[in-house]
Nanobody, 113 residues
Framework: QVQLVESGGGLVQAGGSLRLSCAAS????????MGWFRQAPGKEREFVAT???????YYADSVKGRFTISRDNAKNTVYLQMNSLKAEDTAVYYC???????WGQGTQVTVSS
């Protein structure tokens, strides 16, 4: 089992940037794949990005080129750097550990146009 705690959400104007953090505990972090999902009001939860345990990354087309997922294994933390934010990026963002089916509590990101 792995426990996940997100932070870093907030209100930002369109075109701005935010960095989300997800601190993990309970397992050896470097051996765990990590991902980010988001859920906008009235919509299904959708995939955003993943950082596989081998180091490769994968992004949803909607965020490719604007968002970057990275990890600091020494701090047991995965990050989501979000640049050039758009109003349609407004959502609750969730950290996810697919190997364990563990989700964080979510952090709200609101982009004003």
């Amino acid at each position: 089992q792995v426990q996940l705690v997100e932070s870093g959400g907030g209100l930002v104007q369109a075109g701005g940037s935010l960095r989300l953090s997800c601190a993990a505990s309970g397992r050896t972090f470097s051996s765990v794949s990590m991902g980010w999902f988001r859920q906008a009001p009235g919509k299904e939860r959708e995939f955003v990005a993943t950082s596989w345990r081998g180091g490769s990354t994968y992004y949803a087309d909607s965020v490719k080129g604007r968002f970057t997922i990275s990890r600091d294994n020494a701090k047991n933390t995965v990050y989501l750097q979000m640049n050039s934010l758009k109003a349609e990026d407004t959502a609750v963002y969730y950290c996810y550990a697919p190997d364990f089916g563990s989700w964080g509590q979510g952090t709200q990101v609101t982009v004003s146009s």
